[in-house]
């Protein structure tokens, strides 16, 4: 009677052990889980920060308004805006944003025309080309940097570095060290009432 009751009491230890061994593999399933899902609700959040920011910014640039401090820059204006709208949890500098002005919505990412002698649908070195962003040479993207004039189009973006809070997720991203590059932007035409608007010069 005494060597079944110790094996009785020897089974149940192991039943115990296995319960716990179960429970913390399903317990670091359940942290890991969550620890994703926070992750990604966070990054989510940030670029919903930055959207709201860039589409603020751009508000404030279709009027062609100058900051009101003439030391600070165009960029700085609209990186404060963005920063304003990131509630300490988004921090954009000036250099991470850019504007691209396009004669129209249209044109946003495409190349400079150009005639394509050798109908071979790719430009090739001596075909005539519109110079739109006059910078002398073809390119891929017709869009040339600035505030953009009357009645142009401005894609607004900016890039902002999302750290991660654990870095766990950086490998499937793909980013590195826990940062992952966020971009948003927006695409927007100036009012008609600004001076210039004749494209790049
Ligand atoms: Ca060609
Ligand atoms: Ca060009």
Redesign the pocket.
């Known amino acids: 009677m005494g060597r079944l009751r110790k094996r009785l009491l020897d089974l149940r230890r192991e039943e115990d052990g296995a319960t716990a061994v179960e429970f913390a593999i399903c317990a670091s399933t359940i942290i890991i889980i969550i620890m994703v899902i926070l992750e990604i609700a966070m990054m989510m959040f940030a670029n919903s920060l930055l959207e709201g920011g860039i589409r603020e910014a751009a508000r404030f640039g279709i009027t062609g308004a100058n900051p009101d401090d003439p030391d600070i820059t165009r960029e700085e204006r609209i990186a404060d805006i963005i920063n304003s709208h990131g509630i300490g949890l988004v921090r954009v500098a000036a250099s991470d944003i850019t504007t691209m002005v396009y004669p129209d919505f249209n044109s946003i990412g495409n190349p400079?025309p150009w005639d394509d002698e050798n109908d071979n649908g790719e430009y090739d070195g001596g075909e005539p080309?519109t110079?739109?962003?006059?910078?002398?040479?073809?390119?891929e993207d017709?869009g040339f940097e600035g505030a953009g004039g009357s009645s142009e189009v401005v894609l607004y973006t900016v890039n902002h570095d999302w750290e991660m809070m654990t870095g766990f997720l950086n490998h499937a991203f793909g980013g590195d060290d826990g940062v992952i590059s966020l971009t948003a932007s927006v695409a927007v035409r100036n009012e008609p009432i600004l001076n210039g608007g004749t494209g790049c010069s």
């Not at 110079?131 to 390119?139: E, I, K, Q, T, Y």
């Open positions: 400079e080309f110079d739109m962003n006059c910078n002398g040479s073809w390119d017709m």
